[in-house]
C-alpha cells in the first residue's frame, strides 16, 4: 500500500447549507458576527496585528516540519501532504460556508485590490462569487486526490509525468482560498478563537510550497497594483525566523 493510501477520500462538505429561518442559530455560529471583511481599504488587516499575526501552535522554524523524512520518496511525500492540506483546508472553509455567501463575498477577493477570476478550459476568464470559486476549486481537487491516475494509491503504481504541473496548479488554487478567508474572514476566524491554528496551517503551507517548489513567489505577492494581501503575512514571518 503506498504512503499515500491511508484515509484517502475525504469528507464530502455542502457548499450551501440551509438554516431553518425560525430556528436561531447557536452560540458559536457565525451568523452574528459582521459579515465586513476582515481587511477594508486603507486599515490595516487584523491577521497582520499583534497578537494576532503571532498566534501559532507551533513555536520556531517550520523547516523541520517539511523535511522530506529518511526513505519517504519525495513524490509520496508531497502527495500526502497536498492530501492533508486540502483536508484541514476543507474543514476550515466547511465552518465559514454560512457567511462566505454571494451576498457578502460576490468576487473571490484575496486582498483590499486584488479580485481573483476563473479561467474557463478555453482560457475565457470569468468573475465568481467566492463561495462558487472555491467550491469549484475543492471539487475539482477532490476529483483529482480521487483519480488512481493522478493520485494513485498501489505501490507498484508510478505517478504521472504531469504530476509536478498538477501539484503547482492545485498548490495555486489552495492559495486563494487561503488569501480569501484571510482577506474576507479572518475576523470569523478569531470569533472562532482557531487563529492559532490557522496561522499554524497556512505557514506550514507556504513552508512546504518554498521547500518543494510549489510555490512562485509571485503567486504568493501578486502584482504591485493588486497584491495579495497574505504576501505581507509571508513577508513577516520571514523577517521573524518562522519562513526561510
Not at 458559536?28 to 499575526?53: H, M, N, Q, R, W
Not at 451576498?103 to 482560457?123: D, F, I, K, R, S
Not at 495555486?172 to 491554528?197: G, K, S, T
Request: some cysteine; charged content about 20%; glycine content about 6%.
Amino acid at each position: 500500500m503506498s504512503f499515500f493510501g491511508r484515509n484517502r477520500v475525504p469528507r464530502k462538505r455542502s457548499p450551501t447549507p440551509t438554516r431553518n429561518p425560525n430556528v436561531p442559530p447557536r452560540k458559536d455560529s457565525l451568523l452574528g458576527t459582521s459579515s465586513e471583511p476582515s481587511s477594508p481599504v486603507g486599515a490595516k488587516p487584523l491577521y497582520l496585528s499583534s497578537p494576532f499575526i503571532d498566534a501559532a501552535l507551533v513555536k520556531g522554524n517550520f523547516k523541520t516540519i517539511v523535511m522530506l523524512p529518511k526513505y519517504v520518496d519525495i513524490t509520496e511525500w508531497v502527495a500526502v501532504n497536498i492530501f492533508d492540506f486540502y483536508t484541514n483546508l476543507n474543514e476550515f472553509y466547511g465552518v465559514l460556508t454560512e457567511v462566505c455567501t454571494q451576498h457578502n463575498c460576490p468576487t473571490m477577493a484575496g486582498g483590499p485590490t486584488l479580485n481573483y477570476v476563473w479561467a474557463n478550459p478555453g482560457g475565457k476568464t470569468i468573475t465568481l462569487p467566492a463561495p462558487t470559486y472555491i467550491d469549484t476549486v475543492l471539487s475539482s481537487i477532490q476529483t483529482l486526490l480521487e483519480d488512481e491516475n493522478v493520485f494513485p494509491t498501489k505501490s507498484n503504481q508510478p505517478f504521472n509525468p504531469a504530476f509536478p504541473s498538477t501539484v503547482k496548479n492545485i498548490y495555486r488554487q489552495l492559495l486563494r482560498v487561503f488569501a480569501h478567508i484571510y482577506h474576507a474572514h479572518f475576523h470569523h476566524i478569531l470569533h472562532l478563537r482557531a487563529e492559532p491554528h490557522f496561522n499554524s496551517l497556512f505557514a506550514h503551507f507556504l513552508a512546504f510550497g518554498r521547500e518543494y517548489e510549489l510555490l512562485d513567489v509571485k503567486d504568493i505577492r501578486g502584482d504591485p497594483s493588486a497584491p495579495v494581501g497574505v504576501g505581507l503575512l509571508w513577508e513577516r514571518w520571514k523577517e521573524s525566523g518562522i519562513l526561510v
